[in-house]
């Protein structure tokens, strides 16, 4: 798991100048990449593991590195933050490591 990645709350926005973006916030581009998307169910409290778990066993079971670009989770409708209960969605973005690439070929 990435420990020094900062960490902030996001909206999508279509805003493409800073004037665009309300006072007091910042633009923050995440460019276009392939990513990994795990998802996940439960209550919250189970989430820290899970996402250990992405890292450490998930990510290399699938051949996949991750790349220098931010990693991100979805917490949309499907999560119920009233009760911490619902779905969250890890985006890793990666590239396919290259040493398998070639052996599947």
């Keep these: 798991m990435r420990r020094d990645s900062p960490r902030v709350a996001a909206v999508e926005t279509h805003a493409t100048a800073s004037a665009a973006v309300p006072a007091g916030l910042r633009a923050f581009p995440i460019l276009a990449n392939t990513y990994a998307v795990?998802?996940?169910?439960?209550?919250?409290?189970?989430?820290?593991?899970?996402?250990?778990?992405?890292?450490?066993?998930?990510?290399?079971?699938?051949?996949?590195d991750p790349i220098a670009a931010p990693d991100f989770k979805l917490y949309d409708r499907r999560f119920d933050h009233l009760t911490n209960l619902g779905t969250v969605e890890v985006w890793v973005p990666v590239a396919v490591v290259e040493s398998h690439a070639t052996a599947s070929h």
Aim: no cysteine; charged share 5%.
């Design 38 to 64: 795990f998802t996940w169910q439960g209550h919250i409290s189970e989430f820290p593991a899970f996402v250990s778990t992405v890292w450490s066993r998930h990510l290399p079971a699938a051949h996949l």
